[in-house]
Nanobody
Framework: QVQLVESGGGLVQPGGSLTLSCAASGRTFRNYMMGWFRQAPGKEREFVAR????????AYADSVKGRFTISIDNIKNTVYLQMNSLKPEDTAVYYCNVVNVPTMTPGDYWGKGTLVTVSS
């Protein structure tokens, strides 16, 4: 089992930027990809971005393409999400998790997440 701790959330104005971090520990996760997911009030949890452990392969939800960038430091076992041009609709609790291959589904055990609030 992999333990995941998200950090970096907070309050930011529309158009602003924020970087989230996800520290992974425990059982090796290098047979999987890593991903970011988010859940807004009253909505289903949705996929945001994923990245291979090597960092060579990435994918993004259409809603964040061109604004968010996922990256990984595979020495520190840390995944990042750089968020630019933030919009109020980006407000959500953001989670990281392993991403199973080839199904591309997240793991079953979620961390506490980190809250991102985009508001004037």
């Amino acid at each position: 089992q992999v333990q995941l701790v998200e950090s970096g959330g907070g309050l930011v104005q529309p158009g602003g930027s924020l970087t989230l971090s996800c520290a992974a520990s425990g059982r090796t996760f290098r047979n999987y990809m890593m991903g970011w997911f988010r859940q807004a009030p009253g909505k289903e949890r949705e996929f945001v971005a994923r990245i291979s452990w090597s960092g060579l392969t990435t994918a993004y939800a259409d809603s964040v393409k061109g604004r968010f960038t996922i990256s990984i430091d595979n020495i520190k076992n840390t995944v990042y999400l750089q968020m630019n041009s933030l919009k109020p609709e980006d407000t959500a609790v953001y989670y990281c998790n392993v991403v199973n291959v080839p199904t591309m589904t997240p793991g079953d055990y979620w961390g506490k997440g980190t809250l991102v609030t985009v508001s004037s």
